[in-house]
Protein backbone atom coordinates (compact mmCIF):
# COMPACT_ATOMS: atom_id res chain seq x y z
CA UNK A 1 0.00 0.00 0.00
CA UNK A 2 1.17 3.56 -0.86
CA UNK A 3 -0.01 6.83 0.56
CA UNK A 4 -1.49 9.45 -1.84
CA UNK A 5 -2.05 12.82 -1.82
CA UNK A 6 -4.25 14.77 -4.28
CA UNK A 7 -4.22 18.51 -4.84
CA UNK A 8 -5.31 21.17 -7.36
CA UNK A 9 -8.76 21.01 -7.36
CA UNK A 10 -11.45 23.87 -6.71
CA UNK A 11 -13.82 26.27 -8.51
CA UNK A 12 -13.37 26.44 -12.42
CA UNK A 13 -15.66 27.87 -15.55
CA UNK A 14 -16.56 25.51 -18.15
CA UNK A 15 -13.87 25.79 -20.65
CA UNK A 16 -11.35 26.46 -18.70
CA UNK A 17 -8.26 24.27 -17.62
CA UNK A 18 -7.37 22.39 -14.23
CA UNK A 19 -4.33 20.74 -13.49
CA UNK A 20 -4.47 17.68 -10.52
CA UNK A 21 -2.02 16.34 -8.80
CA UNK A 22 -1.14 12.89 -6.90
CA UNK A 23 1.91 13.16 -4.74
CA UNK A 24 3.54 9.67 -2.92
CA UNK A 25 5.11 11.26 0.05
CA UNK A 26 6.69 8.10 1.16
CA UNK A 27 8.79 6.16 -1.51
CA UNK A 28 7.13 2.75 -1.69
CA UNK A 29 8.78 -0.76 -2.86
CA UNK A 30 7.34 -1.85 -5.77
CA UNK A 31 6.22 -0.74 -8.81
CA UNK A 32 2.83 0.66 -8.86
CA UNK A 33 0.32 1.86 -11.54
CA UNK A 34 -1.76 5.24 -10.85
CA UNK A 35 -5.21 6.37 -11.40
CA UNK A 36 -7.17 8.83 -11.33
CA UNK A 37 -11.21 8.32 -10.88
CA UNK A 38 -13.87 10.54 -10.20
CA UNK A 39 -17.35 10.47 -8.52
CA UNK A 40 -20.10 13.43 -8.74
CA UNK A 41 -22.53 13.53 -5.92
CA UNK A 42 -25.65 10.38 -6.15
CA UNK A 43 -23.45 8.45 -8.70
CA UNK A 44 -20.70 5.58 -8.67
CA UNK A 45 -17.00 6.33 -8.63
CA UNK A 46 -15.93 6.04 -12.01
CA UNK A 47 -12.53 4.98 -13.79
CA UNK A 48 -10.89 8.15 -15.20
CA UNK A 49 -7.23 7.63 -16.55
CA UNK A 50 -4.59 5.21 -15.41
CA UNK A 51 -0.63 5.32 -16.04
CA UNK A 52 1.83 2.50 -16.03
CA UNK A 53 4.48 2.69 -13.69
CA UNK A 54 7.21 3.15 -16.04
CA UNK A 55 5.14 6.16 -17.62
CA UNK A 56 4.98 4.67 -21.23
CA UNK A 57 1.32 3.14 -21.19
CA UNK A 58 -1.66 5.59 -20.36
CA UNK A 59 -5.39 4.23 -20.58
CA UNK A 60 -8.35 6.28 -20.39
CA UNK A 61 -12.06 5.82 -20.73
CA UNK A 62 -14.12 6.92 -23.38
CA UNK A 63 -15.41 10.21 -22.10
CA UNK A 64 -12.68 11.97 -21.04
CA UNK A 65 -9.74 10.91 -23.78
CA UNK A 66 -10.28 13.55 -25.57
CA UNK A 67 -9.75 16.14 -23.00
CA UNK A 68 -7.59 14.66 -20.16
CA UNK A 69 -4.16 13.86 -19.91
CA UNK A 70 -2.70 11.72 -17.38
CA UNK A 71 1.25 12.68 -17.06
CA UNK A 72 3.98 12.08 -14.61
CA UNK A 73 5.66 15.12 -13.36
CA UNK A 74 9.19 13.28 -12.74
CA UNK A 75 10.51 17.13 -10.89
CA UNK A 76 7.75 16.85 -8.40
CA UNK A 77 7.60 13.32 -8.48
CA UNK A 78 3.75 13.40 -9.02
CA UNK A 79 0.87 11.86 -10.94
CA UNK A 80 -0.72 14.32 -12.98
CA UNK A 81 -4.06 14.92 -14.65
CA UNK A 82 -4.34 17.76 -16.96
CA UNK A 83 -7.72 18.86 -17.78
CA UNK A 84 -8.77 20.80 -20.72
CA UNK A 85 -12.17 22.41 -21.87
CA UNK A 86 -13.59 21.63 -18.26
CA UNK A 87 -17.76 20.76 -18.12
CA UNK A 88 -20.29 20.99 -15.81
CA UNK A 89 -20.24 16.77 -15.91
CA UNK A 90 -16.71 16.67 -14.80
CA UNK A 91 -17.96 18.45 -11.29
CA UNK A 92 -16.58 15.62 -9.30
CA UNK A 93 -14.70 14.36 -6.45
CA UNK A 94 -11.29 12.85 -8.07
CA UNK A 95 -9.44 10.50 -6.49
CA UNK A 96 -5.96 8.95 -7.03
CA UNK A 97 -5.45 5.37 -6.69
CA UNK A 98 -2.68 2.95 -6.80
CA UNK A 99 -2.40 -0.97 -7.78
CA UNK A 100 0.60 -2.76 -8.38
CA UNK A 101 1.74 -2.68 -11.93
CA UNK A 102 1.45 -6.81 -12.89
CA UNK A 103 0.31 -8.40 -15.75
CA UNK A 104 -2.80 -9.03 -14.43
CA UNK A 105 -3.26 -5.73 -13.71
CA UNK A 106 -2.14 -4.66 -17.74
CA UNK A 107 -4.98 -7.42 -18.11
CA UNK A 108 -7.92 -6.06 -16.26
CA UNK A 109 -6.80 -2.19 -17.09
CA UNK A 110 -7.02 -2.75 -20.77
CA UNK A 111 -10.53 -3.65 -20.94
CA UNK A 112 -12.84 -1.38 -19.85
CA UNK A 113 -15.39 -3.74 -18.41
CA UNK A 114 -12.62 -4.67 -15.86
CA UNK A 115 -11.63 -1.12 -14.92
CA UNK A 116 -12.68 -1.82 -11.42
CA UNK A 117 -12.70 -0.19 -8.19
CA UNK A 118 -11.03 -3.39 -6.48
CA UNK A 119 -8.15 -3.82 -8.34
CA UNK A 120 -6.54 -0.58 -6.57
CA UNK A 121 -5.20 -1.17 -2.80
CA UNK A 122 -4.32 2.40 -1.85
CA UNK A 123 -6.15 5.44 -2.40
CA UNK A 124 -6.59 9.03 -1.45
CA UNK A 125 -8.86 11.60 -0.14
CA UNK A 126 -9.77 13.28 -3.35
CA UNK A 127 -10.02 16.57 -4.01
CA UNK A 128 -12.73 18.19 -5.16
CA UNK A 129 -13.58 19.75 -8.71
CA UNK A 130 -16.52 22.20 -9.60
CA UNK A 131 -17.40 23.43 -12.66
CA UNK A 132 -20.07 26.23 -13.12
CA UNK A 133 -21.61 26.72 -16.34
Known amino acids: QVQLVESGGGLVQAGDSLRLSCATP????????KAWFRQAPGKEREFVAAISWTGRDTWYSDSVKDRFTISRDNAKNTIDLQIHNVKPEDTAAYYC??????????????????????????WGQGTQVTVSS
Open 97 to 122: AAALDTLDFRSAIKRRGTRRLDLFDS
Open 26 to 33: TRTVGNYA
